[in-house]
C-alpha cells in the first residue's frame, strides 16, 4: 500500500518518444509554482501574449491537428472556430471529470503538474477571446482540488492569471470548480448543466452544441485536461514539430492508462498513432507482458464504453482512425487487459452495472434499458439464469441502440446508454459458450478463476 | 445540524462571488456544508437557497442528484472501494468483502462506533494501481487485505488525523478571492477582440 499520495507509475524515459506533458512527473516539487517556473513553465504564455495574435495561436494549434483527449477525438483547434464571431461573452470550460471506468491520466496531470494545465487555459482564453474559464474537476479528486487551488492562488498573484497578464492587455479569470459524484458530467452539455448549479443531466444537441450556446447560453468551448496541458508545448516548439510526433492520423505523443493483467501497469506517455497493443502489452519499458506468461483473452482498448478487442488486435496501432475502422475507439486513453482466466460473464456484467448506476435517468430507453441489461446479467452470474435470457440482452440492446452496430446508433440524447451496449455486445458475440455454461450449470466453464482475481 | 455559520456565510459569499450567476456555486456550496456537518443538512440547503436566490426545493432537486452528498450523519470515515473494471481484475471484490468482514457491516452501512461508513463505489480514476480505495477521497493504492487492517487500525487510533481529515472535508487550500476581471464584461471583451 502506498501511503504518500500521488503515486502513480510512470517509467523512465521512453526510448520510442520524448515526454511532453509528462516531464514533471519525476520532479519532486513540479506541481508547486517554483518547480514549474524553474523548469521552463509559463515561456509559452509570455512568447504567445507578447509576439502572437490570437489568429496565430489558432493557427498553430491547428497545423499540430492535436485531436482532442477527452474520448471523441475531435481536432480541438477546429472545434475552437466552430465559435461564432463577435458573439460575447464566451466561456472555456475545462473538463476535469475523469471517471470512465479504465482511464487514469487527466488527475495525474491536475495533481502533479497543476500550472501546466493553468497555463494552457490561458493559453486557450488567448487563443478564443475568453475572460472567463471554469476550471471543473471531479468531486472525488480531493488532491487534485488542493493542488490547482494552490497553483491557482500562485498564478494570480504572480501575473499569470487575473488581469493584465504578464504585463499585457489580456486578462481572464479562471474559477475553479469541482462536482459531487456523477460520471454523466463528463459529457459536456452535462457538465455545463452542473456549471450552472443543476442536475447534471445532458443537453439535447441541437441546439444546445456548447460552442453556440453553452454556459448560460452563451458560447462555450469545453476541453479536456489533457488536451490543454499540451498546449504550452506547443506554443514552445511550434504546431509542425508537434505533428512530426507520432503518425499523420493521430499526432503528437498520448497518455494512456493500461490496467488489468499485467505485469506492470502503468499510465505511459507514447508516440500517439505508430505504437501498437502489443508493444504497450509486451515491451520492458512498458508493461513488461501478461502476467504469469499468459495470454489475452480480450482487452478493452478505449474506456468501458468501447467495444472490446481480442488477440487479433493486438497489432493494431493506437491510431484513431484505424481503431475506429476496426470497430471500436481509442476513447480516453484507457486499456484494460483481461487475461485467459478471466470470468467474461462476470467482466460485462461488471461494466454493465457502472452503466445502470451511472444513467442520469433522463431518456427512457437508458434509464430503463441499463436497468434491465443489469438485472438479466446479473441473475445469470448468480446462477439463475435462463435460456431466453441471451436473446432478450440483444432485444434490450436494441432498444437502446438499434443494430447494436459501432459506431452505435442511439435512441438517446448522449452516447451513455449506448455505452451500455458496448460489453454485452462483444462478451456474448465471442464468448457466448460462457453464457450458455453459466446458465445451465449455474457457475462460469473451467480454467476460469472462481473469484474476481484472475491473479491469484 | 445547523444553518451555515458565519465564518462559512463570508466564504460562501466569496464562492459566489467568483461566478457570473449565483447558483453556478450551488454545488460547491453543498460541499462547504457537508465539511461544516459532515452530511447536508435540511437547513443547511435552506441557508443555502437564500444565499443563492434559489427555493430550498431546488436546491435539494440539484443535491440529491450527486452521490457525494449525505443527508444523514455518515462515519467520520468514508471507506469507499473502487470494484469497477480494473479493480475486479485485481480483487476490489475481495478487499471489499474483506472491509465488511473486518467491521461487522455491509456496504453502504455505517460502524457502531460512527466512525467507519463501507461503500462499494464505481471507478476512482487509479486503475493501474488496482485494488484502490478511497479515505475521505483520499487514495490508497495496490491495497492488500493486510494493508486493509492496518488502515483500519489507524483510523482507530487516530493516526491518520493529520492527513486524512473528517469526511466533508476535500480540498484544505481555497481558491483566494480576487477582483474579478470578467465581471467587466462584454466591454472588455470587445477589447480583447480588438487585439
Not at chain 1, 491520466?105 to 474559464?133: F, N, S, T, W
Not at chain 1, 504585463?167 to 454523466?184: E, H, N, Q, R
Request: hydrophobic share 40%; aromatic share 8%; proline share 6%.
Amino acid at each position: 500500500m502506498t501511503e504518500t499520495p500521488p503515486s502513480y507509475h510512470v517509467p523512465g524515459l521512453v526510448p520510442t518518444g520524448p515526454k511532453l506533458i509528462t516531464t514533471r512527473f519525476d520532479v519532486a516539487d513540479g506541481y508547486t509554482y517554483d518547480g514549474y517556473v524553474r523548469t521552463g513553465g509559463y515561456t509559452a504564455l509570455r512568447t504567445a501574449l507578447t509576439t502572437m495574435t490570437p489568429e496565430d495561436l489558432v493557427n498553430q494549434v491547428k497545423a499540430a491537428e492535436i485531436q482532442g483527449r477527452g474520448g471523441a477525438g475531435f481536432p480541438a483547434g477546429t472545434k475552437w472556430t466552430f465559435l461564432p464571431p463577435n458573439v460575447f461573452p464566451r466561456y472555456l470550460v475545462i473538463n476535469g471529470d475523469e471517471s470512465e471506468p479504465g482511464t487514469y491520466k487527466d488527475r495525474l496531470l491536475m495533481e502533479l503538474d497543476p500550472h501546466q494545465l493553468i497555463e494552457g487555459i490561458v493559453l486557450a482564453c488567448y487563443a478564443i477571446k475568453a475572460a472567463q474559464a471554469f476550471l471543473y474537476v471531479r468531486g472525488e479528486m480531493a488532491l487534485a482540488q488542493e493542488r490547482l487551488a494552490q497553483a491557482l492562488n500562485e498564478a494570480y498573484a504572480n501575473g499569470w492569471v487575473g488581469r493584465n497578464i504578464a504585463g499585457t492587455d489580456f486578462s481572464v479569470d479562471i474559477t475553479l470548480t469541482w462536482g459531487a459524484g456523477a460520471y454523466i458530467v463528463g459529457e459536456e452539455t452535462a457538465l455545463i448543466e452542473s456549471l450552472e448549479g443543476n442536475r447534471g443531466m445532458p443537453r439535447l444537441k441541437p441546439p444546445f452544441f456548447p460552442a453556440v450556446k453553452g454556459v448560460y447560453m452563451q458560447p462555450t468551448i469545453v476541453n479536456n485536461v489533457e488536451t490543454l496541458s499540451n498546449l504550452p508545448w506547443i506554443v514552445n516548439e511550434g504546431g509542425e514539430s508537434f505533428k512530426a510526433i507520432g503518425a499523420p492520423t493521430s499526432t503528437g505523443m498520448r497518455m494512456f492508462a493500461v490496467s488489468g493483467h499485467v505485469n506492470r501497469p502503468g499510465v505511459f506517455e507514447v508516440p500517439n498513432g505508430v505504437t501498437t497493443f502489443r508493444m504497450l502489452f509486451e515491451a520492458p519499458e512498458y508493461c513488461g507482458g501478461i502476467r504469469d506468461g499468459r495470454k489475452v483473452k480480450a482487452f478493452i482498448p478505449g474506456g468501458a464504453s468501447a467495444m472490446w478487442f481480442f488477440d487479433e488486435h493486438l497489432d493494431l496501432p493506437l491510431d484513431k482512425p484505424t481503431v475506429d475502422r476496426s470497430g471500436s475507439m481509442l476513447g480516453s486513453g484507457a486499456i484494460v487487459v483481461m487475461d485467459d482466466r478471466t470470468d467474461m460473464v462476470r467482466a460485462a456484467w461488471r461494466v454493465v452495472r457502472f452503466f445502470a448506476r451511472e444513467s442520469c435517468g433522463k431518456c427512457t430507453p437508458c434509464r430503463e434499458g441499463t436497468t434491465w441489461l443489469e438485472r438479466i446479467m446479473k441473475r445469470i452470474v448468480d446462477g439463475h439464469g435462463r435460456p431466453e435470457d441471451l436473446d432478450l440482452l440483444l432485444d434490450v440492446s436494441d432498444n437502446i441502440s438499434p443494430g447494436i452496430a459501432w459506431p452505435p446508433r442511439q435512441t438517446t440524447i448522449c452516447p451513455l446508454g449506448p455505452s451500455a451496449v458496448s460489453p454485452i455486445a462483444s462478451a456474448l458475440r465471442r464468448f457466448r459458450p460462457e453464457f450458455e455454461h453459466y446458465i445451465a450449470h449455474g457457475r462460469p466453464i473451467d480454467g476460469v478463476d472462481t473469484r474476481s482475481t484472475a491473479h491469484v | 445540524m445547523a444553518r451555515l455559520s458565519d465564518a462559512n456565510v463570508a466564504t460562501a459569499k466569496e464562492i459566489i462571488g467568483r461566478f457570473p450567476r449565483p447558483k453556478s456555486a450551488l454545488i460547491l456550496l453543498l460541499h462547504l456544508a457537508q465539511e461544516q456537518d459532515g452530511h447536508v443538512s435540511e437547513s443547511a440547503m435552506e441557508h443555502i437557497a437564500e444565499l443563492v436566490e434559489v427555493t430550498p426545493a431546488e436546491v435539494f432537486g440539484t443535491a440529491s442528484f450527486y452521490e457525494m452528498f449525505k443527508f444523514e450523519p455518515v462515519g467520520k470515515y468514508c471507506v469507499n472501494v473502487c470494484t469497477n473494471i480494473s479493480c475486479q481484475l485485481l480483487g476490489g471484490w475481495e478487499l471489499l468483502e474483506h472491509l465488511e468482514h473486518r467491521l461487522g457491516i455491509h456496504a453502504g452501512q455505517t460502524t457502531a462506533d460512527g466512525l467507519v461508513t463501507l461503500e462499494d463505489v464505481e471507478c476512482i480514476a487509479a486503475c493501474t494501481e488496482a485494488p484502490a480505495l478511497q479515505v475521505n477521497y483520499r487514495y490508497r493504492y495496490r491495497v492488500t487485505e493486510a494493508d486493509a487492517d492496518r488502515l483500519l487500525d489507524d483510523l482507530r487510533r487516530g493516526r491518520l488525523d493529520a492527513e486524512i481529515p473528517p469526511h466533508g472535508v476535500l480540498a484544505r487550500v481555497r481558491q483566494r478571492t480576487t477582483e474579478r476581471w470578467a465581471d467587466t464584461g462584454t466591454q472588455a471583451q470587445a477589447q480583447v477582440d480588438a487585439r
